[in-house]
């Protein structure tokens, strides 16, 4: 069984998710759904830079691949903090009729482990992980976290990466109306903010480069240990425009894009202006919250 959910994600009983299928409110907010039968992200290449993935949770399937571990580079990115888990499962949870499933159910996920078990990273870490990226061809990176102040090797690193066509989409900070933090400040990268099911700002949301607006608030995802959690926070708004950007590339196409188009980055920020419904002060939502049609 199938359920839609339209209202917020603390009236779903989470024991239900190991039987039924829940499609969360924030599917339901972007019109996700509407394009699964023609359009699921099937073939474009999406690196999630956090704290790993449970690889072995039941919404997830052949999808998630290796990926790399920056920190311990002889193990796998496991998720031993549970964020990461979080973020792949709002892009690519499975559409297997139990639990919850993504925006781009069949992306093809690589989970960069640059955080440890306390969330907590290192620049060189991160830069590491996207100059991965850029050698393996990945072509959406997301960065659902933010540092407060600019740093000129992370800087650096990210222009790489947009120069070589990864789209990057980064977390603004949880700064309660304060600065939106790093890389999603940079001009380049896309930032995004998280809004409530009444397409209200979040309470913890900042004020500054915000590019777009996404569901954030009382959003069910994949936990480690193949459960589930409730969350609210921008970073759990950003993976939902990645999602969105994987849809995307996967046709092109149909969104108005041309392959000979050269500068892809910019083409899809084209894309995602054009679906964006205005929801008020561009330095609080951005262009607005994106919808599909």
């Known amino acids: ?36 039968p023609d359009v699921t992200g099937k073939g474009v290449k999406v690196a999630i830079l956090d704290s790993g993935v449970d690889f072995l949770h039941p919404d997830f399937g052949p999808n998630i691949h290796k990926g790399l571990n920056v920190i311990n580079p002889e193990q796998p990115p496991v998720d031993d903090n549970g964020h990461g888990t979080l973020v ?12 919850i499933v993504g925006v781009a159910p069949d992306s093809e996920i690589y989970p960069i482990k640059v955080l440890d078990k306390y969330g907590n ?18 072509q959406i990176i997301n960065m659902s976290f933010s540092i407060e102040r600019d740093n000129p090797q992370l800087k650096h690193s990210i222009k790489k990466a947009i120069d070589s066509g990864i789209i990057v989409v980064a977390s603004s900070k949880n700064s309660y ?19 409530d099911w009444d397409q209200k700002i979040g309470k913890n949301a900042p004020r500054g480069k915000i590019d777009f607006s996404a569901p954030g608030v009382d959003i069910i995802s994949t936990e480690k ?20 950007i994987a849809l995307v590339l996967e046709k092109p196409a149909k969104f108005g894009l041309v392959k000979s188009e050269k500068n892809r980055v910019e ?8 679906l964006a419904e205005s929801l008020g002060e561009e330095t609080v939502y951005g262009k607005g919250i994106v919808k599909l049609h």
């Not at 109306?177 to 809004?195: E, L, M, N, Q």
């Not at 240990?225 to 969105?244: D, E, F, Q």
């Open 88 to 99: 792949t499962g709002i892009i690519a949870a499975q559409n297997n009729h139990l639990g």
């Open 177 to 195: 109306g304060g600065t939106v933090g790093f890389p999603a400040s940079y001009s380049s990268v896309i930032s995004v903010t998280s809004v």
């Open 225 to 244: 240990g193949g459960s589930y959690r409730l969350s609210s926070g921008n970073s759990l708004a950003t993976p939902y425009v990645t999602g969105i």
């Open 1 to 36: 069984m199938i359920i839609e959910q339209n209202t917020p994600a603390i009236d779903v009983d989470f024991k239900w998710l190991a039987r039924e299928q829940v499609i969360p409110w924030g599917i339901n907010a972007i019109n996700a759904q509407k394009l699964w």
């Open 267 to 274: 083409g899809v920020r084209r894309v995602l202006q054009t």
């Open 121 to 138: 990273g290192e620049i060189a870490d991160i830069t590491s992980g996207i100059e991965w990226c850029i050698e393996n061809g990945i």
